[in-house]
């Protein structure tokens, strides 16, 4: 899990799925998305659990598809919970590659 | 290809013969003509698909099988109040208007009751005619005939609709549509999948998943290629525009809804937390032959960088062995992809010394299938298929690292010097021959 911080934020329109985005819900780390929702400024559009049923929840699952798809961290950084590193992101893409010393 | 899809399509299949590598005609058992269409609909190696009524090695033997395919099957198909059409196919020669015309009468003992519409016909029937492979050697007579109704066709357009030719954004090693459609399928890429490839590079693979639905991610480790600058790999084009990149790829097909991410990293070291991620793998490693494979080491070597991305750049360094990445690979896919999920890639092989044994392997994952692709007289690539078959457990992670026998594939690890020693040895011999 890494804690976005970000200098730029683009939001785009994705067509919804409402199968692809209840498909992803058991792969996601719920507390480090929610986490990475908040430092970008959208708290409360996730619940704190996904609740029981969530699959026909339409709106939740908007939400999500939102918050995964449609919000995009342009320039900014992710942090390493462990060692604190920071990594960079350049016009929308993360460069996760360590320096040769940290290597 | 076509064992993956049919199971991807719920079925099983048997072959009613052996497939006959020489020939372009097969005949399958398929339980329903549903199933057929669904396969057709993915297949970009299958032409057509009919419903076989009868076949023999010569008219007379075809007449007589077509004598004996029950007519209850046929008759909903030649009812009188429908159209149809005869067409005939001919592989390996060419009849004349006259010739053609005569076969077709010949079928005339077949209960036709509908009537003929050659413009737009509900029903088509086909004959199709075998004279063998040989266009130097065609035999008077076919060696094969059958006789069925058309079912659907395959999806071999795709391979000129996705060519790379016209492809905006391409590299080096550029997968050509047809195998990238291929690897599709071998990894039984379903709508709402999630797909990785850990050397995406200019995205080539990703495109034809996320054609038939699935949502595609993908990391590399030249951050050139990832954000679409540096000098273009097409002939003629100067640099990269700010528009290059993998998602302006699947944007020129209409795909960019399916795109999920792209990120600049090492496949050599970890950054995905654990646990299942993706339902397929599907990847074309460097080879060492025209991009070095490559991972983040602790010597200095400079980069050629392009104008606004110096300080975003790390230096790359030591070499990614070829039996590494495939270790590392294997690993992956045994870790991260869900249960059944599919892991295909290509590895190089050098053909004087491969062995069967050579395929890595793994304790979570199967291999389904292992083809070859000719490189050279010496050197060929294999797309290799692996279904994740078992859970990943934490202790498995290092317990067969020192067991030498999933790993023989560390001798091809001088690949490129064994790639590049055919060449070599025919430059000498034939300076060799010029001197004398």
Same mark, same amino acid.
């Given at each position: 899990?890494? =804690? ?39 708290? =409360? ?5 996904? =609740? ?52 | ?436």
């Amino acid at each position: 899990p890494r =804690s976005p911080q970000a200098a730029e934020v683009r939001v785009r329109p994705v067509p919804f799925n409402a199968a692809f985005v209840s498909r992803l819900v058991p792969r996601l780390r719920w507390d480090a998305l929610r986490e990475a929702a908040e430092s970008l400024g959208r708290p =409360s559009e996730l619940p704190p659990e996904p =609740s029981p049923g969530y699959e026909a929840d339409e709106e939740f699952l908007r939400r999500l598809h939102h918050v995964l798809l449609e919000v995009e961290v342009l320039e900014g950084s992710l942090q390493c919970p462990d060692s604190g590193r920071r990594f960079p992101i350049s016009r929308g893409v993360p460069n996760l590659l360590l320096s040769e010393d940290e290597a | 290809e076509i064992t993956s899809l049919l199971s991807l399509c719920g079925g099983q299949f048997s072959g009613e013969q052996e497939i006959r590598v020489n020939s372009p005609f097969w005949i399958l058992n398929i339980p329903s003509e549903e199933m057929a269409r669904g396969l057709m609909k993915r297949t970009v190696c299958a032409k057509s698909i009919f419903e076989l009524w009868g076949h023999g090695k010569s008219a007379g033997e075809l007449y007589a099988s077509l004598k004996n395919y029950p007519t209850d099957k046929m008759l909903p198909y030649l009812q009188s109040d429908s159209t149809y059409k005869v067409h005939i196919h001919t592989f390996n020669k060419t009849l004349t208007q006259a010739q053609k015309i005569k076969k077709i009468d010949a079928l005339e003992f077949l209960p036709f009751k509908g009537k003929v519409n050659l413009k737009n016909p509900e029903h088509v029937f086909w004959i199709l005619e075998d004279y063998g492979m040989d266009p130097n050697d065609v035999p008077e007579e076919p060696i094969h005939l059958y006789f069925g109704r058309w079912i659907a066709d395959g999806q071999r357009e795709l391979i000129e609709s996705y060519s790379v030719k016209k492809r905006h954004f391409i590299g080096n090693t550029s997968m050509d549509a047809c195998l990238s459609f291929i690897m599709a399928n071998h990894g039984r890429v379903k709508p709402n999948d999630i797909v990785y490839d850990p050397f995406v590079g200019t995205g080539g693979l990703l495109i034809s998943s996320a054609h038939f639905g699935a949502y595609v991610c993908g990391t590399d480790i030249d951050y050139n290629t990832i954000h679409g600058l540096g000098k273009a790999s097409r002939k003629n084009q100067k640099w990269r525009g700010p528009d290059e990149n993998i998602r302006a790829n699947l944007r020129q097909y209409g795909l960019e809804k399916y795109y999920l991410d792209a990120l600049v990293a090492d496949f050599s070291r970890p950054i995905w937390r654990k646990g299942i991620l993706f339902d397929a793998i599907i990847t074309d490693p460097p080879y060492g032959i025209r991009e070095a494979p490559r991972r983040m080491g602790s010597q200095k070597e400079t980069v050629k960088s392009v104008e606004r991305s110096t300080e975003n750049h790390f230096f790359v360094s030591s070499s990614y062995h070829l039996s590494d990445i495939f270790f590392d690979l294997l690993k992956f896919g045994a870790e991260y992809l869900v249960m059944g999920g599919r892991l295909v890639y290509w590895l190089p092989i050098y053909r004087p010394e491969y062995t069967e044994e050579i395929i890595p392997r793994h304790p979570c994952l199967k291999l389904i299938s292992n083809c070859e692709q000719l490189l050279s007289s010496h050197t060929s690539r294999r797309l290799i298929t692996m279904e994740k078959v078992k859970e990943f457990k934490d202790q498995d992670e290092n317990s067969y690292l020192l067991d030498g026998q999933y790993m023989p594939y560390r001798g091809h690890n001088s690949f490129r010097e064994k790639y590049f020693s055919g060449v070599t040895k025919r430059i000498a011999k034939e300076e060799k021959d010029n001197q004398k």
